[in-house]
């Protein structure tokens, strides 16, 4: 059974840090795209950060762009979100993606249809 077990969310102060985590099993993502978003409360799901199955081609949405940073360890079938300078419009439940098969457009990584397994999420809460 796959499964995509995020961690690393937690309570924070306003321009703190915090490094997410998603560790996949019951097969290995090391040939596919995986990606952040997140859902704050009352709001639709959106992207965040996603990263090419090399590494190679990385992608933000505008609002986090220069403050977080997405990172993957093939070897160990986990990908990372590195969130720098947060803001309490961080405020959210942050779920990791990622796609079964290896090709994806470079237009598609910011979409949710892209992906095909999703982990259950993981609080990150910023106060000011």
């Known amino acids: 059974q796959v499964q995509l077990v995020e961690s690393g969310g937690g309570l924070v102060q306003a321009g703190g840090s915090l490094r997410l985590s998603c560790a996949a099993s019951g097969r290995t993502f090391s040939r596919s795209p995986m990606g952040w978003f997140r859902q704050a409360p009352g709001k639709e799901r959106e992207f965040v950060a996603a990263i090419s199955w090399s590494g190679g081609n990385t992608y933000y949405a505008d609002s986090v762009k220069g403050r977080f940073t997405i990172s993957r360890d093939n070897a160990k079938n986990t990908v990372y979100l590195q969130m720098n300078g947060l803001k309490p419009d961080d405020t959210a439940v942050y779920y990791c993606?990622?796609?079964?098969?290896?090709?994806?457009?470079?237009?598609?990584?910011?979409?949710?249809?892209?992906?095909?397994?999703w982990g259950q999420g993981t609080q990150v809460t910023v106060f000011a």
């Open positions: 993606a990622a796609r079964d098969r290896t090709f994806l457009s470079s237009n598609y990584y910011y979409t949710e249809n892209a992906y095909d397994y």
